[in-house]
């Protein structure tokens, strides 16, 4: 396992469809991030999981975004009824919490709504 | 909510000079991290600070970190086109939650 890998990478849906990206971290690593980027900004936080625990979620996350990681090992990130607002770099990132909390990122999957 | 601010967002420079990024962040934090994005990729993380006063070089990347003064410091020392890459500085609150600043898109002119 040499790093995070994201699935799918490029995903175009229909404005008022569902999608579910696929995360799949470090296999050591205990904690798994989401994040979004959109075009000359930095990433924002969406959620957090440490091993199958959702610990935070950020505020601006509507209740139109869920995450899971069942078993503490791959992550899934749905999206309900995506909007145009929605179309983004989805981003996530594993650490080892034992390690000094450096965070690795995968490739991200980048979402553009219609 | 935490803010993170980087100065300058945009820098053009020659090879062989010398520059420094800026990261100022509102609230108290102990951990700030660097990292840098090629266009089109992910982001590939180059430092952790973990501590006031802590200093980390890598090749011709030197970064530091103030906590009192919540700032942190990416200095590029005779700069080459290869460092070209936006550079993010971000921050961790208690809760884990890692707020990032808005990026340093840096462009290396031969």
């Known amino acids: 396992d040499t790093g995070v890998s994201q699935d799918p990478r490029h995903k175009i849906t229909k404005r008022g469809q569902n999608v579910t990206f696929r995360c799949d971290p470090i296999?050591?690593?205990?904690?798994l991030y989401w994040y979004r980027q959109t075009l000359g900004q930095g990433p924002e936080f969406l959620t957090y999981?440490?091993?199958?625990?959702?610990?935070?979620k950020s505020r601006l996350l509507s209740d139109r975004f869920s995450a899971e990681r069942p078993k503490g090992s791959f992550s899934t990130l749905e999206i309900q009824r995506t909007e145009q607002g929605d179309s983004a770099m989805y981003l996530c990132?594993?650490?080892?919490?034992?390690?000094?909390?450096?965070?690795?990122f995968g490739p991200g999957t980048r979402l553009l709504v219609l | 909510e935490l803010k993170v601010e980087q100065n300058p967002l945009f820098l053009s420079m020659q090879e062989g000079k010398n520059y420094t990024i800026y990261c100022n962040y509102s609230?108290?934090?102990?951990?700030l991290y660097w990292y840098r994005q090629d266009p089109g990729k992910s982001l590939e993380s180059l430092f952790v600070?973990?501590?006031?006063?802590a200093v980390k070089q890598e090749g011709r990347l030197m970064a530091s970190l103030d906590t009192k003064a919540r700032l942190s410091t990416l200095h590029i020392t005779a700069a080459v086109h290869d460092l070209s890459a936006t550079y993010f500085c971000?921050?961790?609150?208690?809760?884990?939650?890692?707020?990032f600043g808005t990026g340093t898109s840096l462009t290396v002119i031969p």
């Open positions: 600070l973990l501590s006031n006063g």
């Open positions: 609230t108290t934090s102990d951990r």
């Open positions: 296999s050591e690593h205990n904690r």
């Open positions: 971000a921050v961790d609150t208690v809760g884990n939650q890692f707020y």
């Open positions: 999981f440490q091993n199958e625990a959702q610990l935070e």
């Open positions: 990132a594993s650490s080892n919490q034992q390690y000094q909390e450096t965070q690795y």
